[in-house]
Nanobody, 123 residues
C-alpha cells in the first residue's frame, strides 16, 4: 500500500522559507515520478514540482521562478521541497504525490497523493 506522509508546513512571514518533507513507502518501481502539487481555497490543484527518479530531471510550475528546489534522499525514501522567498499567494495545502512514468514540463504522472500539509504565508 502506497503511503506518502508530508511534514514541514506551517505559518511563515512573507519572504521566509520552509522545507517540506515527504516520506514515501509501499511504492517500488525503477521508473517513477515524485513531487508536489498544491491547492488553495477556491482554486484548482496546481503543479508545483516533479522529479523523475530514473534520471533526476526536475520541473517546476511557472509561478516558482527559481524560489523552490525539489530534492530526494533515496536511502531514506524521502523527497523534499525547499521553498524560499515565500509569498502570500503561496498559501495552500501542499500534497506529495507519486506515480509511474517520467515528468515532463506540462504533465506530472501522479497516481497517489498524501494527506497534505498546510502552508500559510502571512504577516
Amino acid at each position: 500500500q502506497v503511503q506518502l506522509v508530508e511534514s514541514g508546513g506551517g505559518l511563515v512571514q512573507p519572504g521566509g522559507s520552509l522545507r517540506l518533507s515527504c516520506a514515501a513507502s509501499g511504492f517500488t518501481a525503477d521508473y517513477y515520478a515524485i513531487g508536489w502539487v498544491r491547492q488553495a481555497p477556491g482554486k484548482e490543484r496546481e503543479k508545483v514540482s516533479c522529479l523523475s527518479n530514473n534520471d533526476g530531471s526536475t520541473f517546476y510550475g511557472d509561478f516558482v521562478k527559481g524560489r523552490f528546489t525539489i530534492s530526494r534522499d533515496n536511502a531514506e525514501n524521502t523527497v523534499y521541497l525547499q521553498m524560499n522567498s515565500l509569498k502570500p499567494e503561496d498559501t495552500a495545502v501542499y500534497y506529495c504525490a507519486v506515480g509511474l512514468g517520467k515528468c515532463v514540463r506540462d504533465y506530472y504522472p501522479f497516481d497517489y497523493w498524501g494527506q497534505g500539509t498546510q502552508v500559510t504565508v502571512s504577516s
